[in-house]
């Protein structure tokens, strides 16, 4: 497998992946990725895809946010294709972007999503860092990964990329 950043080459082969990955929602996170692209809150060196045999597997993209007026990042959607779940491409994923998001200096990053898997990658409830969801019946599921360049005193209303809340 081989995770590297995504080429324009890539872009319907993403939306292939997102698509079939979140079936049950026709449109909407395959969607939801075209619509960021055009975004200003788009961030190329964290838009990755999962290569296996020369064919996109799967997709992580982070993009810019905030927390009050703090830049923070928001991560998702994480896509696989179906036939390659379960088998580590989300993880290798998950892992590559978080260490290039820290890389770049970046100071947190958020999403919204199953605690049970992304607590694995040290993800933890947002609210114990006071930092607040766009709508509070996502409290549960509303989650932040600290990196280096976090300081305690990043805390408020996190706002996600603008086409987030057309979804």
Known sequence: MLIRRETAADIRAIHDVTEAAFAARPGGEAGLVDALRADPGWIPALSLV???DGVVVGHVVCTRGSVGDAPALGLG???????HQRSGVGKALMHTVLGAADALGEPLVILLGDPAYYSRFGFRPASTRGITPPDPDWT???QVRTLTAYTPDL???FAYAAPFGDL
């Open 155 to 157: 805390t408020g209303p």
């Open 77 to 83: 959607p994480l896509s696989v294709l179906p036939a």
């Open 140 to 142: 549960p599921y509303f």
């Open 50 to 52: 999962a290569e296996v």
